[in-house]
């Protein structure tokens, strides 16, 4: 019982803090807008931070000066667009959606965020189809040269998609990641590792569930941003006393960005050695597509 209410406890505030993780871009934005009649700091108004600023802490020259907000090293942009879904198992279905998808990667000082998050509603041949997700954690990152360095971060991923054929959930709290980043004028990179807690979930095909209860998980994450390319990638092993084969996720999405507008494919892949009713192994791909416009918020 009392492992009974912690479980619930924790899923109550995992949520609440999904739902702060979604209207943080928001909140990044008007503070922006709020410092738009403040002076941009400039190279020559750091000197009184002790060093000349290197080259990725100065405003990149495509930004105008008279661009509200401040120059931060790193990226913060959300997506509004349309998304088409197609599920390449049986049953084999098609889904259009309304869809926003938010990305940052962003350095404070010291003090290091990354962030991913989805929200999409529509209809296709399984019914109302969509769901909603983030994936956030803050620490720190120290320079070990110009612009890169190791990462450690705490955080959080939830997120519930599905339709009346596939339903998947998930409360990952804590999360611990660790790697190495580079945030310079022309590249932005990550490679790191992740290991959590998931507190609770659920994984539901035709075949059978699966349910995910105090179930630890490891995996490995990367995200890339060059020229006009921007890719994530992750994988994730859940129940690490089971079989490797257990119950394993991996995803990727790659978009094309010209100026204000995106074209994006993406991929998610669960597996499943084994499930409630004792069926065979299970599987379940999901493609999909979208175009959008890009709203950036914080540079």
Same mark, same amino acid.
Request: aromatic share 8%; hydrophobic share 40%.
């Given at each position: 019982?009392?492992?009974?209410?912690?479980?619930?406890?924790?899923?109550?505030?995992?949520?609440?803090?999904?739902? !702060?993780?979604?209207?943080?871009?928001?909140?990044?934005?008007?503070?922006?807008?709020?410092?738009?009649?403040?002076?941009?700091?400039?190279?020559?108004? +750091?000197?009184?931070?002790?060093?000349?600023?290197?080259?990725?802490?100065?405003?990149?020259?495509?930004?105008?000066?008279?661009?509200?907000?401040?120059?931060?090293?790193?990226?913060?942009?959300?997506?509004?667009?349309?998304?088409?879904?197609?599920?390449?198992?049986?049953?084999?279905?098609?889904?259009?959606?309304?869809?926003?998808?938010?990305?940052?990667?962003?350095?404070?000082?010291?003090?290091? +965020?990354?962030?991913?998050?989805?929200?999409?509603?529509?209809?296709?041949?399984?019914?109302?189809?969509?769901?909603?997700? +983030?994936?956030?954690?803050?620490?720190?990152?120290?320079?070990? !040269?110009?612009?890169?360095?190791?990462?450690?971060?705490?955080?959080?991923?939830?997120?519930?998609?599905?339709?009346?054929?596939?339903?998947?959930?998930?409360?990952?709290?804590?999360?611990?990641?660790?790697?190495?980043?580079?945030?310079?004028?022309?590249?932005?990179?990550?490679?790191?590792?992740? !290991?959590?807690?998931?507190? +609770?979930?659920?994984?539901?095909?035709?075949?059978?569930?699966?349910?995910?209860?105090?179930?630890?998980?490891?995996?490995?994450?990367?995200?890339?941003?060059?020229?006009?390319?921007?890719?994530?990638?992750?994988?994730?092993?859940?129940?690490?006393?089971?079989?490797?084969?257990?119950?394993?996720?991996?995803?990727?999405?790659?978009?094309?960005?010209?100026?204000?507008?995106?074209?994006?494919?993406? !991929?998610?892949?669960?597996?499943?050695?084994?499930?409630?009713?004792?069926?065979?192994?299970?599987?379940?791909?999901?493609?999909?597509?979208?175009?959008?416009?890009?709203?950036?918020?914080?540079?």
């Amino acid at each position: 019982m009392t492992q009974l209410r912690a479980r619930r406890s924790a899923a109550r505030w995992g949520w609440l803090a999904l739902c !702060a993780t979604l209207l943080a871009p928001k909140v990044l934005r008007a503070q922006s807008a709020d410092q738009a009649s403040t002076p941009m700091l400039t190279p020559a108004a +750091t000197p009184a931070q002790g060093r000349p600023p290197s080259e990725w802490e100065q405003k990149p020259p495509e930004i105008p000066d008279d661009t509200p907000g401040r120059w931060r090293p790193g990226r913060a942009s959300r997506q509004y667009g349309v998304r088409l879904g197609v599920s390449s198992d049986a049953p084999r279905t098609v889904a259009g959606m309304l869809w926003t998808h938010g990305v940052g990667d962003m350095q404070f000082g010291l003090l290091s +965020t990354r962030y991913r998050d989805f929200a999409a509603l529509g209809v296709g041949g399984s019914g109302l189809e969509g769901g909603i997700g +983030t994936d956030f954690a803050m620490g720190i990152r120290p320079d070990l !040269a110009a612009g890169q360095g190791p990462v450690l971060r705490a955080g959080l991923r939830a997120e519930l998609f599905g339709n009346q054929d596939f339903y998947t959930s998930w409360l990952e709290l804590p999360q611990l990641q660790l790697g190495y980043a580079w945030l310079l004028p022309k590249l932005r990179a990550e490679l790191g590792g992740r !290991a959590g807690e998931v507190l +609770t979930g659920r994984f539901v095909t035709p075949e059978g569930r699966r349910k995910i209860n105090l179930h630890p998980d490891v995996g490995a994450y990367a995200t890339l941003q060059l020229s006009v390319v921007r890719l994530d990638l992750e994988w994730t092993w859940v129940d690490l006393a089971d079989s490797f084969e257990s119950l394993q996720r991996a995803g990727g999405r790659v978009c094309i960005v010209v100026r204000r507008w995106s074209a994006c494919a993406d !991929a998610q892949r669960w597996t499943a050695a084994r499930l409630e009713n004792g069926s065979a192994a299970t599987q379940w791909l999901y493609l999909g597509a979208s175009a959008a416009y890009i709203d950036e918020e914080l540079r």
